[in-house]
């Protein structure tokens, strides 16, 4: 093994770094894994360019990244599931107490929750990396390292439509066709919606919603009033959708979900903006639309593996650029300027495949 562990540090706002580390020793319920792929999410620039989320600041330097995948080099103690050499998908956050949330099965709502690459927690992006053994879940032979780091963002959109009941026959509006917004578009059609219609300012992501299932495609226009928009979703789709899963986090695209959504559906936020919006709830309330809030995922995992190693979802097509980690600055920055879709990080020096 080698002895330097290359990471990715954030130290402040506009001060990314790659450092030599300590390879670090896994605890009794903990595996050490060699990565391999770890993709840049948008919470990554954005504490790199602002340097916090939120209530989540930066205040030591943190090693950054979340999607990620790797193979087990080293077992702790207890560690009876895994063995040597398993290639894992990695699901970053872990509860570090048996709280209500974790007995009730939400644990992405316990406030201690361990969670890879957000303040004060270190993530994953280096070249060797300690996470419990309870959350890492073994790949099968059919899917690769860099499915498994979008197993994260998948996730996601597994979440989403879960919370917001898509099934069978649904029919949803996506606000939004960033990566989120694309997985989101993918569960949703796995799940059985019948037509979904995808929003975005941008003609060639809307282009890429297609090519991955979308129904029907809105460019929207800076300008474009919500009602409006409302209505040009209910043109494309005959009647209002059942389900409208928002990921863009703006304000104006809040109030054209809870228009658009038909009386007794659900908007499902998945976008994060400012902490405070104007929207129409009395308009929500009058016709029973349910808001639903998103916080990241819970028992996700095992179904993404399924849907993938089944062939139900296709995330390939979503990675379009690929660095070595000596890259990660000019990796960050290309996120950073929307260049592509899903931009992944290559960390195994001997294995650069996908």
Not at 36 to 53: K, L, M, P
Not at 98 to 118: H, V
Request: charged fraction near 20%; include cysteine; proline fraction near 6%.
């Amino acid at each position: 093994m080698a002895e330097e562990n290359l990471s990715v540090v954030l130290h402040a706002q506009g001060d990314l770094r790659l450092e030599k580390r300590p390879v670090p020793e896994p605890g009794p319920n903990e595996v050490l894994l060699q990565m391999h792929s770890v993709g840049i999410c948008g919470s990554d620039v954005h504490y790199w360019q602002h340097g916090r989320i939120g209530d989540f600041v930066v205040t030591k330097p943190m090693v950054l990244g979340h999607e990620a995948s790797g193979r087990v080099v080293k077992l702790g103690s207890a560690v009876k599931h895994l063995k040597v050499g398993d290639r894992v998908a990695i699901e970053p956050g872990a509860p570090r107490e048996m709280d209500e949330f974790l007995k009730n099965g939400r644990y992405n709502l316990s406030p201690t929750i361990f969670f890879c690459a957000t303040p004060p927690d270190d993530g994953n992006l280096c070249r060797y990396y300690k996470h419990s053994a309870n959350f890492c879940y073994k790949l099968p032979d059919n899917v690769t390292f860099e499915e498994g780091a979008l197993i994260e963002p998948l996730s996601v959109g597994i979440h989403a439509c879960r919370r917001a009941g898509v099934t069978l026959g649904s029919t949803v509006l996506i606000c939004g066709a960033g990566p989120i917004g694309l997985v989101c578009l993918l569960v949703a059609k796995a799940m059985g919606a019948s037509q979904v219609v995808i929003t975005d300012l941008f003609p060639e992501r809307l282009t890429i919603a297609k090519e991955l299932g979308a129904d029907f495609q809105l460019t929207v226009k800076r300008g474009d009033g919500p009602q409006q928009l409302a209505k040009s979703v209910e043109d494309k789709l005959g009647a209002q959708p059942h389900v409208t899963i928002e990921c863009s986090g703006v304000e104006s695209s809040i109030q054209t979900a809870i228009y658009a959504t038909r009386s007794g559906g659900v908007v499902a936020l998945v976008g994060l903006g400012p902490e405070m919006v104007t929207i129409p709830l009395i308009n929500a309330a009058i016709r029973e639309v349910d808001i639903r809030g998103i916080f990241r995922y819970c028992n996700t995992w095992p179904m993404a593996i399924a849907m993938l190693a089944a062939g139900k979802v296709n995330v390939k097509p979503l990675v379009t650029h690929r660095f070595p980690l000596e890259q990660a600055v000019q990796a960050f920055e290309t996120t950073r300027q929307g260049l592509g879709i899903k931009v992944m990080l290559k960390c195994d020096q001997n294995d650069q495949n996908p």
